[in-house]
């Protein structure tokens, strides 16, 4: 019984320095902020309160959700997903995104088809629909509200060593719509996991969950 002891407690102690490793040489951890505006662009993939890993090694690439210095703000943050790298051809009409000529667009519905936000301009409890979108070699959740868009087109081209981001929420966002292409320097931590939900570890829904 005392062998098993020491065993055990040697495990645990193995196990602690290993993960103190990696958290030193692959991870992050981050609480997403609860500012209305971030909150709600993240919606319905994150939420602000969130606590979160980051893997900071690697190159994010298309598809994947980075969490990038803010343009407007460098004590701040955005969050964002990679639709545009270096030489690609974005083009935004209301909810339609085209990259390249192809079209990325909800494939089918969530799960969970309705999540809520606040708005981050009145603060009013928003209901979003949710879509599948199937883009570089995975999926994600997209995000709209139920209100009716505007018409209006964002279009670039993504120079050299940049990248263009848009929100998971597609109607309230904070992406490259507003503030252009971002370095892709500033973008290297990938948002990969959540630990658990700003709800707290009773909210079994948003705990523990790879980040898509």
């Given at each position: 019984m005392q062998k098993f002891g020491k065993a055990l407690g040697y495990t645990v102690l193995a196990l602690v320095?290993?993960?103190?490793?990696?958290?030193?040489?692959?991870?992050?951890?981050?609480?997403?902020?609860?500012?209305?505006?971030?909150?709600?662009?993240?919606?319905?993939?994150?939420?602000?309160?969130?606590?979160?890993?980051?893997?900071?090694?690697?190159?994010?690439?298309f598809g994947d959700l980075v969490r990038c210095k803010d343009p407007e703000d460098p004590t701040q943050y955005v969050v964002g997903r990679i639709i545009g790298v270096e030489g690609d051809s974005i083009e935004i009409t209301a909810r339609s995104v085209l990259v390249n000529g192809k079209r990325y667009n909800?494939?089918?519905?969530?799960?969970?088809?309705?999540?809520?936000?606040?708005?981050?301009?009145?603060?009013?409890?928003?209901?979003?629909?949710?879509?599948?979108?199937?883009?570089?070699?995975?999926?994600?959740?997209?995000?709209?509200?139920?209100?009716?868009?505007?018409?209006s087109t964002f279009k670039a081209e993504v120079g050299e060593g940049m990248v263009y981001l848009l929100s998971d929420n597609i109607d309230l966002y904070d992406d490259s719509r507003e503030f252009g292409t971002l370095e892709r320097a500033t973008c290297k931590e990938r948002v990969v996991f959540r630990f658990v939900g700003k709800n707290g570890w009773g909210d079994e829904d948003a705990r523990m969950m790879v980040i898509r």
């Open positions: 320095v290993v993960f103190g490793l990696l958290r030193v040489l692959l991870f992050k951890t981050w609480a997403v902020p609860t500012t209305l505006r971030l909150s709600a662009s993240v919606a319905p993939t994150l939420d602000g309160g969130d606590f979160v890993l980051l893997l900071t090694r690697g190159t994010p690439g909800p494939v089918q519905a969530c799960p969970t088809r309705k999540y809520q936000t606040l708005h981050p301009n009145t603060e009013a409890e928003v209901e979003l629909e949710c879509g599948v979108v199937e883009m570089g070699g995975g999926w994600h959740y997209r995000g709209q509200t139920k209100s009716k868009t505007s018409p």
